[in-house]
């Protein structure tokens, strides 16, 4: 078993060794990790609610429930999920990029099984059943979102190129939205404004398939280029507490996921509460359909600009600021009337000003991720992304749950689809408008307050926590010739 574990680590080696130079298949591979994870991501948090409330016929209070336990169980696992990606050997196919590859199908297969129309079993079935495979699939979707996070350490130590690397995973998560969001309503939508079981079924296939083909050049084309861990290594038990405790003097660290959970509750709920905007207000989803479209040109303006932008502004002050004036113009949607078309382009302009926090986000994660290893001296990138993801899950776990409540304090009957009372229509307008406003005002507030690392204070960080990488590579190297 010895000689297998060393042969391994030999292959893992040469992988990473023999990488080509960072290059824009690096950025594009990562691209694709999240345009493929996040599109099945964007279909279940998106429209999930609405299959199983209109076409299942769980109660909404019920569905809330299942949403809440499901992620609160799923944030437990990730500790664990965590470790076992810290854990992993490397191997010819890389270390992060290993478990990627083999994740992907059922991934895909899990999605589907979602939206397969169950409405005729008994109630209590019914339930059971969605409380189930939403577990399962929470469970296999962590196994893609903690290795593919924590791989942009490990493709380069480079503060410019983890900025390009989280400016292309931000296009790949918006270009997941995009895509889901401009197909699903011509998918799921009759012409009487109803959604179709048929519909959800097709849009999740489409989705699994796209999903896997993407995934696939992630594995090929984003190479790891810097040795985290091998199987000869003598595996160290983790302290937990000690783990957590250091954690929480992680300033940085602790603002994203602030920032993060922010998102969550308030300004990624668009994706939501656009759908019942335009069905019950506007009493017309087809316009829905250009929503993604809209928030994908300004990503797409922002993109040019963030470079030289980031040279005279910092990546704090250019996620901080501009979230002021993307407050501004969700309140204006809250309190004036406009048309549809309207209310997609104003809601375009604001992610302008919300795009510089979307392309950074994942470049401050993985800056976080080092300033713990230089807070600590130790290396757990899994773990340290896994207390991410189990913060952030613990608490939006709660997030659709609130989304549900919401629209149900304000009068929204989901079995009655685009016929409610009046009112209704009302206050999901302005329920729809204010929550961002509201997430963009606390996101400025935490940048303000609570973040408190500079470019050069990082730069200098990353510098030296690569320096110790490669130190390391080379032990190991002479390690395993010596066996």
């Not at 909404?60 to 809440?68: K, R, T």
């Not at 339930?127 to 495979?133: D, E, F, K, P, T």
Request: aromatic fraction near 12%.
């Amino acid at each position: 078993m010895q000689d297998k574990n060393i042969s391994r680590d030999k292959e893992y080696i040469v992988y990473v060794e023999s990488a080509s130079s960072f290059s824009i298949k690096d950025k594009l591979g990562y691209m694709f990790g999240d345009l493929g994870g996040n599109t099945l991501q964007v279909i279940v948090n998106t429209y999930l609610l609405l299959f199983m409330t209109s076409i299942v016929g769980i109660r909404a209070g019920h569905f809330a429930i299942i949403v809440a336990v499901c992620k609160a169980l799923d944030s437990l696992n990730d500790p664990f999920i965590g470790r076992f990606t810290d854990k992993a050997a490397g191997t010819k196919y890389g270390k992060y990029n290993n478990i990627i590859r083999k994740v992907s199908v059922p991934m895909a297969i899990m999605t589907v099984m979602l939206f397969i129309d169950v409405s005729g079993f008994p109630y209590g079935l019914k339930v059971a059943w969605c409380l189930i495979i939403y577990f399962l699939w929470g469970v296999i979707s962590s196994f893609w979102n903690i290795p593919y996070g924590t791989m942009l350490n490990s493709i380069s130590q480079n503060q410019e190129q983890r900025a390009e690397l989280s400016n292309f995973r931000s296009i790949g998560s918006l270009g997941a939205n995009v895509i889901v969001q401009t197909a699903a309503p011509l998918l799921i939508f009759n012409n009487l404004n109803e959604a179709t079981a048929q519909g959800f079924l097709i849009l999740s296939i489409i989705g699994g398939v796209f999903s896997i083909i993407c995934l696939f050049f992630t594995t090929r084309w984003a190479r790891e280029r810097i040795v985290i861990t091998t199987s000869s290594e003598k595996k160290q038990a983790v302290n937990y507490k000690k783990l957590f405790l250091s954690f929480l003097k992680n300033r940085p660290m602790i603002s994203i996921i602030l920032a993060y959970i922010i998102v969550k509750f308030f300004i990624q709920t668009t994706g939501i509460t656009n759908q019942y905007v335009f069905q019950v207000y506007f009493g017309e989803t087809k316009t829905l359909a250009y929503a993604g479209i809209a928030q994908m040109i300004p990503m797409i303006m922002c993109m040019p600009l963030l470079k030289p932008l980031l040279k005279k502004f910092g990546k704090k002050n250019l996620i901080t600021w501009p979230m002021i004036i993307a407050a501004v113009l969700y309140g204006l949607l809250a309190f004036v009337k406009v048309s549809p078309m309207a209310w997609v382009i104003i809601q375009g302009i604001a992610s302008f000003f919300t795009g510089f926090y979307s392309l950074l986000i994942w470049s401050l994660i993985a800056d976080g991720v080092d300033y713990h290893v230089w807070l600590t001296g130790e290396r757990n990138d899994g773990m340290v992304y896994s207390i991410v993801t189990f913060v952030v899950f613990l608490v939006a776990s709660l997030s659709t749950t609130f989304i549900t409540l919401l629209l149900s304090s304000v009068g929204f009957q989901p079995l009655l689809q685009a016929m409610q009372a009046p009112g209704v229509a009302e206050n999901i307008r302005h329920l729809s408008a204010i929550l961002p406003a509201i997430g963009c005002v606390l996101i400025f507030l935490i940048f303000t307050l609570i973040y408190n690392l500079s470019d050069k204070d990082m730069e200098k960080i990353s510098i030296e926590v690569g320096h110790k990488a490669k130190i390391r590579e080379e032990e190991l190297e002479e390690e395993l010739e010596d066996k």
